[in-house]
């Protein structure tokens, strides 16, 4: 019903103004503002739909029943209405500063929907007006600006066009956020102060206490094992940040860039998918008290949204969002360094000094963009960058954004190698996090956390850790479970949610592949070592160190087949096979490559067929995986035949 009267009051207001605007008398800043305030409690109400932060498609296209998305294609159908906002009212060159606030608050609210290429791209001036009322204007104009130039830096075009006002800007907006962070700080204290004086008048409010310990089981208490889980390292505040010899960085190409930040399809809302995600939820989330409410908790996990008033942490999400897309590029990479940029999205990333998780994701989402350079990625390792990701809440709007620096931080060997490097238990927490991310989190963040494992096999201890940890039933349940591969499943299926399922069956393949790479030229490297011990000839086998990556060519790949089919014993048992036909893994794959031809217009088909084929070039090395081949197969059309005949 609420989702009802917001459509009927945006009606009722575009309606008052296609009779009004012409009147010279018409208040067009009220009418503006109150459609701003439908849009802003109708996002909130979005949030709560938990859609992937990372889907960028229009809220009515990526979950379809959502009431947002309804309103902002009432508001795109009248073409006269958002001409007059964005060529008129926000173009207007009389000094009418709140007309100016009224028409960009409304703009920046659609901004989610809206087709940025025509508004940025083909508004003269609109960007300049913008730049210029980011640098020179009040709040909250000068927020909305910065918001508006976060979706127009998003086109390449136009962040090429305007490279040196950016360059002026970014400084600016980064010095900004540390005074602003100031001011949030202070906020945040008198908040707590005036919420521990409001929990003393709340009646049940004791029972949320911890009960008063004598000084000896306090001290037992406060042990390290016993505040691993829930407090920060009690070296990270006090352990400053080593230095690091300068290196040259390389300037990154474009296509490479893009390939890193555009890898994954938008993902899509599933009322199913996500009933199952909320029943697997953390025991250790935070706000445990059993008298904590929705309202206290939802900051934590979703998040809020309002630009009037404008908050503190408003403004602050604005600026990073306009740092995002800049923070790809090499030239402006030093203003990150000059302003301490770390020390920023670290304090953002704690959500016990900070409590907006909007806030944490969009300082995780900048943080991600600047790991795309090696030099930043080294710097973040160095100031234990990791474990302070780590500690982000699960399940959370922020965990999403962790999974992209994940992911990122593992396209770098030099990194990845200094993450093996990380003590143990860190170690543990990452890959059992990332198998977290990978089997309840979205879409978008499964995939990451595939790519993830995809680029971190060929490290032994990475390999290791996960074995221990089960994964790769975890990994096969990502794509077991999809709906195309459910041959009884009838229920119909989105173009949308079909295209996602294809992206994840592509990224876990290829995962996979690496994965059963790296172990087969483990066994084999175990198998020379026991013919050498035989044979005093053989010069001896240099084990490569479990923090240094494998070099997983085709042509090793395939000596390495060979070796294992010619020299490994039959009744020897290789753990990664057994795992793998006890989960239905030859069945699985023979059932991909049977469905892929289907697959038109997809461009990854052709890739996850060769990764699948690849998989089981390597399990056929051994006998039983060799007379799997032979039985049958169920298909769709209810067809059972054998894998090879």
């Not at 001036?125 to 927020?143: I, T």
């Not at 000059?338 to 953002?348: G, I, K, T």
């Not at 294809?502 to 393949?509: P, T």
Request: with cysteine; charged share 25%; proline share 4%.
């Amino acid at each position: 019903m609420a989702a009802l009267d917001s459509l009927a009051q945006l009606n009722s207001l575009l309606e008052e103004w296609v009779r009004e605007h012409s009147n010279g008398s018409f208040n067009v800043m009220n009418t503006l503002h109150r459609m701003a305030e439908l849009l802003e409690r109708e996002t909130e109400e979005y949030y709560k739909m938990d859609p992937d932060p990372f889907d960028d498609r229009h809220p009515g296209r990526a979950v379809p029943t959502c009431a947002l998305g309804h309103l902002m294609k009432t508001l795109f159908k009248s073409e006269e209405f958002m001409n007059k906002l964005v060529s008129t009212y926000l173009m207007s060159n009389r000094d009418n500063t709140e007309l100016h606030i009224a028409a960009s608050r409304l703009l920046l609210d659609v901004m989610p929907g809206l087709e940025t290429t025509i508004v940025f791209q083909e508004t003269d001036g609109l960007v300049r007006r913008l730049l210029h009322w980011a640098e020179f204007c009040e709040d909250p104009l000068r927020s909305y600006a910065t918001g508006l130039l976060a979706g127009a830096m998003e086109l390449q075009d136009v962040a090429d066009k305007f490279k040196e006002a950016n360059g002026t800007l970014v400084p600016l907006m980064l010095t900004r956020l540390h005074k602003l962070k100031c001011d949030y700080e202070k906020e945040n204290q008198e908040n707590t102060s005036s919420h521990s004086h409001e929990d003393n008048q709340r009646h049940f409010g004791i029972f949320g206490q911890e009960p008063k310990q004598s000084p000896e089981k306090k001290v037992s208490s406060e042990s390290p094992t016993g505040s691993h889980s829930r407090g920060e390292n009690p070296q990270d505040s006090s352990q400053s940040c080593p230095t690091q010899e300068e290196k040259s960085v390389k300037s990154e190409s474009n296509s490479r860039r893009e390939s890193m930040k555009r890898a994954l399809s938008p993902s899509y809302y599933s009322d199913d998918l996500y009933r199952f995600k909320r029943g697997r939820i953390r025991e250790d989330s935070i706000n445990e008290c059993s008298n904590s409410s929705w309202a206290e908790m939802k900051c934590y996990v979703i998040g809020t949204y309002s630009l009037m008033p404008l908050s503190i942490a408003m403004k602050q999400r604005v600026i990073l969002q306009y740092l995002t897309p800049m923070a790809e590029y090499q030239e402006l990479i030093g203003a990150a360094f000059e302003h301490n940029a770390l020390d920023l999205v670290f304090f953002y990333m704690d959500l016990k000094k900070n409590a907006d998780v909007r806030l944490a994701f969009e300082a995780i989402k900048y943080t991600a963009n600047l790991l795309c350079h090696k030099k930043f990625a080294i710097e973040f390792l160095s100031m234990q960058g990791v474990q302070k990701a780590l500690q982000v809440p699960r399940p959370s709007v922020a965990a999403c954004g962790v999974s992209l620096c994940i992911y990122y931080l593992s396209y770098f060997e030099d990194a990845m190698e200094r993450v093996c490097l990380l003590p143990d238990r860190t170690l543990q927490d990452l890959v059992s996090y990332t198998l977290w991310l990978l089997e309840c989190s979205h879409d978008s963040s499964r995939c990451h956390a595939a790519m993830f494992f995809g680029q971190a096999f060929p490290y032994r201890v990475i390999l290791n850790l996960f074995d221990q940890k089960d994964g790769l039933r975890r990994l096969f349940n990502v794509i077991s479970t999809l709906q195309i591969l459910d041959v009884d499943d009838q229920r119909e299926v989105g173009d949308d949610q079909i295209f996602t399922m294809k992206q994840l069956i592509r990224h876990v393949s290829l995962a996979l592949k690496k994965y059963f790479e790296a172990h087969i030229c483990h066994k084999v490297d175990e198998i020379k070592r026991s013919h050498a011990r035989s044979d005093d000839n053989n010069s001896p086998i240099h084990e490569i160190p479990p923090y240094k990556a494998l070099k997983l060519t085709p042509e090793l790949v395939q000596e390495n087949i060979e070796i294992m089919m010619e020299l490994m014993p039959i009744r020897v048992h290789w753990a990664p096979e057994i795992t793998c036909h006890k989960l239905g893994g030859i069945k699985l794959m023979c059932q991909l490559i049977a469905l892929a031809p289907t697959w038109n217009h997809f461009t990854g088909k052709t890739e996850m067929i060769k990764n699948v084929l690849d998989v089981i070039n390597v399990l056929v090395a051994t006998p039983k995986s060799q007379l799997a081949l032979l039985e049958s197969v169920p298909m769709y059309n209810n067809i059972s035949t054998p894998a090879i005949r």
